[in-house]
C-alpha cells in the first residue's frame, strides 16, 4: 500500500503583492498543486493555458 505524502507550507508577508511571486512559482514549477493568499483571498492554480492569473493585477481577481 502507497501513503500519500503531503506537506502544508505557511508564510507570511506584508503585502500581497510579495506573496504572488512565490505562490506563483510554486504553483508553475509543480512544487505546489495550489497556492492561497489572503486578504482578500485569492487562490492560484494551474490551468490549461500556460499563464496562471496574475493575484497582484486587479482585473484577474
Do not use: F, N, W, Y
Request: aromatic share 0%; proline share 10%.
Amino acid at each position: 500500500m502507497t501513503t500519500a505524502q503531503t506537506l502544508t507550507v505557511h508564510t507570511t508577508t506584508d503585502s500581497q503583492d510579495k506573496a504572488a511571486a512565490p505562490a506563483r512559482g510554486a504553483v508553475q514549477t509543480r512544487l505546489a498543486a495550489r497556492a492561497q493568499i489572503a486578504g482578500p483571498l485569492t487562490s492560484i492554480e494551474p490551468t490549461e493555458s500556460t499563464e496562471l492569473p496574475d493575484p497582484a493585477d486587479p482585473a484577474e481577481r
